[in-house]
């Protein structure tokens, strides 16, 4: 079952603006991460952020978390025309070693 | 981060037919591995959970007759869609797990005519 909610679904701007991407989920979590994926391909992990940190960078990526709301976001930061791809939070629990908790996704298009 | 293969990228068949779809971790052993389906511009699906030496869990209403998951060794995992119909037809991804990160194969297009 789906545990995260992404906000926007769609996101769409020029490049060299920045992009954000919200998550929110319900339970309390040991972990979040943020998976990209291109269409018709495999997910490739991009960050994770552990319950006890609030903030994460990653190149161009930065990662917050705020448990006490049950949300994160994701920063893109001087966004390129190939970052155009489907984001998705995925939510770890201390229950079920390695199960992940997608959200629904956020489909970015980045216009050159 | 940990490479996982996926095998093959794409099939089609005929209804009624099998097809097996196999799942490498390459450089790490993953004692977990996830089968996830994919509906267009939907989020991945979780199917089954398996676990290396012992039977699959399988995700509620997910039929385990219909989807046979064999995992034999800490770097495969198969999973065979028996007797497929063009509604089994998705995009299957599967995923190897450090406990943590789970790290995903390219996944599968499957066509059932």
Redesign the interface.
């Known amino acids: ?2 545990q995260g909610e992404e906000d926007p679904q769609a996101l769409s701007i020029q490049e060299g603006e920045n992009a954000t991407m919200n998550c929110s989920y319900k339970t309390s979590i040991n ?1 979040l ?1 943020w ?1 990209r994926q291109n269409s ?6 991009l960050i ?1 952020i552990r319950s006890n940190e609030r903030e994460k960078h990653s190149g161009r990526l930065r990662v917050t978390l705020d448990t006490s709301k049950k949300s994160s976001s994701l920063l893109i930061t001087a966004s390129r025309a190939a970052d155009t791809a489907s984001y ?1 939070c ?1 939510t ?1 629990r201390g229950s ?5 908790y ?4 956020t ?1 970015l298009t980045v216009w050159p | 981060g940990a490479v996982v293969s996926q095998h093959p990228s794409r099939v089609i068949c005929k209804s009624g037919t099998s097809v097996k779809i196999e799942c490498r971790s390459l450089d790490f052993q993953a004692t977990t591995m996830f089968w996830y389906r994919q509906f267009p511009k939907q989020s991945l699906m979780l199917m089954a959970t398996s676990n290396e030496g012992s039977k699959a869990t399988y995700e509620q209403g997910v039929e385990k007759d219909k989807f046979l998951i064999n995992h034999a060794s800490l770097t495969l995992s198969t999973l065979t869609v028996t007797s497929a119909h063009p509604e089994d037809s998705s995009f299957y991804i599967c995923s190897a797990s450090d406990l943590e990160t789970q790290y995903f194969g390219p996944g599968t297009r499957l066509l059932v005519l």
């Open positions: 079952s789906q972990n991460q998976y018709g391909r495999g997910l490739v992990h994770l998705f995925a770890g079920t070693l390695g199960r992940l997608f959200g629904r996704g489909q």
